[in-house]
């Protein structure tokens, strides 16, 4: 993966940083109210312009785990969810949060530890991450999920990310998988979905990354 570029935007109280690689500008910062991000502002965040509560809630509605905050008195550290979810973005990323072990996850990129948006199309530059090639790519699955896996299955604990090379991403722990449409679709505790964009059963892997010849490389 590629070298990281972070960008820090200091305050009396609190610092927050942008992880430029692995942002795919789905917008929750900017569209939030407020005067803590603001589109052509130089610094476009200010975190001197918003309420400590108001910067935690916003930074942690970023999806990709892009944007992380730092305060001066130790005050709001992020938390992992009680529960590990991936949810399948239509025609887009694999979007994950938990308590999540990112195999290769970048220190400078804290924020991995809850929150990723991991590439399902095949293209990325930054793989395992996503870095919106889909678009570009035209990938398109609309992100149904066909499989239930195991209803009872238990809940929490850390979720265990490994990109396999030249195949799927490996997920050991527990997780629950949602359709796009928000429908909580497949609970277990082991699962290999698919990063080459060709399986025919989506989003688990299906063995097409042989047959294609993907390189994760």
Known sequence: MAK???FKYPGERATVSWHSRLCIHIGECGRAKGDLFVGGRQPWCQPDMAADDDIYDVVLRCPTGALTVDYEDGSH???ADAENTVHVAYNGPLFVKGDLDIDG???????LRFRAA?????KSANKPFCDNSHEKDGFQDYGAVGEEGAEDAARGGTLAIKPIKNGPLMLSGNVTIA???GRESWH????ALCRCGASNNKPFCDGQHKQIGFESD
């Open 118 to 122: 991991l590439c399902r199309c095949g």
């Open 188 to 191: 277990g505790s082991k699962v």
């Open 4 to 6: 990281q570029k972070v």
């Open 105 to 111: 996850a970048p220190q400078s990129a804290p924020g």
């Open 179 to 181: 359709a796009s449409s």
């Open 77 to 79: 550290v992020e938390i």
